[in-house]
């Protein structure tokens, strides 16, 4: 979807369209810019940016404090138009998608007429513009759908994946982030054709097991399958202040309500975890934080909270004022135990859920 939250808010609120907009948090509440309106980005606003810099950028920017119902409303009518052409549907976020048409339930064999049918109604069903990426692997469709934003419809034919990677610059490669592209070009790698003249075992030498990442799709290879559903790996919840906060009783004040709304999510959708982790962010930006695993799965409120004072007591620098605490968890288990469905005790063996291993991580 095109710049999706912003569009959704221009759609619903005619006092927008035209303007320079942005969903996220407005200047002077440490907020960030989620998503922006096209007119907004000419100024160089992007998502993810603060909030303070944007209004620098465009004065005049608006900011909208975002309605999600709204946003899930939309995806949920897309997605409803997806299926209607093949099940073989992989979310990748809310405002976008994977879908494999080889077989398709309208018998049509061109994707391209495929992207072309549903691109209008989406149109037609939300009064929003989708672009859309068609090729025969992920990784191209996924490129394709960025080359001609907004309303867009590119097709990357097999002859033409050569020519089109060579030519892309290589902060426009999926998978490549800020430091990885800052890295390359300091070797020398400006674009596709460069990254193609690496040999995988200078590849992995230099980028480790992301370089043979790097070597298949410089050559269009990619033979992921389009995944219909995905186990969730982790979950998280974070709390940024809108002032810095140097009282440890107050912070710890933060991860009860922290673990009470992570354990409420855990019952209702019925998983478990078996690492937790609580993060920090200081009024520099400097991010620790430190992760423990336990001997059993659990969910429990309690649980959490008494062992997320451990890692934050362990992990607290208490000279430094704190900008965002955070805490997570991962190695999630969704083996709800039928056993344990069929007799649930009122009570637990606190020693069993004793974290017994830990690692920081220092960003």
Excluded at 112 to 121: G, P
Aim: glycine letters at 6%; proline letters at 3%; hydrophobic letters at 40%.
């Amino acid at each position: 979807m095109d710049a999706f939250f912003a569009a959704v808010e221009q759609r619903d609120h005619p006092q927008y369209r035209g303007k320079a907009i942005a969903v996220g948090g407005k200047p002077g509440t440490r907020g960030v810019v989620s998503t922006c309106s096209y007119e907004a980005r000419r100024f160089g606003i992007h998502s993810a940016m603060p909030s303070s810099l944007a209004i620098k950028l465009c004065p005049h920017l608006i900011f909208v404090r975002g309605n999600f119902a709204a946003y899930r409303e939309a995806s949920a009518i897309i997605v409803q138009i997806f299926h209607q052409y093949t099940d073989l549907v992989e979310p990748v976020s809310i405002d976008e998608a994977y879908l494999d048409v080889t077989v398709n339930k309208k018998g049509n064999p061109s994707a391209t007429r495929l992207a072309e049918e549903i691109r209008a109604r989406i149109k037609a069903e939300t009064k929003l513009t989708a672009s859309a990426g068609v090729s025969y692997c992920k990784f191209l469709a996924k490129i394709a759908s960025d080359l001609d934003k907004p309303d867009g419809l590119v097709v990357i034919t097999p002859a033409e994946a050569i020519a089109v990677l060579d030519a892309l610059p290589i902060g426009k490669f999926h998978g490549i982030g800020k430091a990885t592209e800052e890295k390359m070009k300091n070797l020398g790698i400006q674009n596709g054709k460069d990254l193609r003249g690496l040999e995988l075992n200078e590849l992995l030498k230099r980028f480790g097991k992301a370089g043979k990442y790097y070597y298949d799709i410089v050559r269009g290879l990619d033979d992921r399958p389009v995944v219909t559903s995905r186990v969730r790996k982790s979950i998280s919840m974070e709390r940024t202040f809108s002032a810095d906060i140097n009282d440890a009783d107050q912070l710890r004040q933060y991860l009860h309500s922290l673990s009470e709304n992570l354990s409420a999510k855990m019952k209702e959708k019925g998983f478990k975890a078996w690492t937790l982790t609580v993060k920090i962010k200081y009024s520099d930006f400097e991010i620790v934080q430190k992760s423990c695993t336990a001997k059993r799965a659990f969910h429990e409120h309690e649980i959490m909270l008494a062992q997320a004072k451990n890692l934050f007591s362990a992990l607290y620098n208490t000279s430094r004022a704190v900008r965002l605490i955070g805490m997570g968890l991962s190695n999630l288990d969704w083996n709800e135990q039928k056993e344990e469905r069929q007799l649930t005790l009122p009570f637990f063996n606190r020693q069993e859920y004793i974290l017994t291993s830990s690692k920081d991580k220092i960003f």
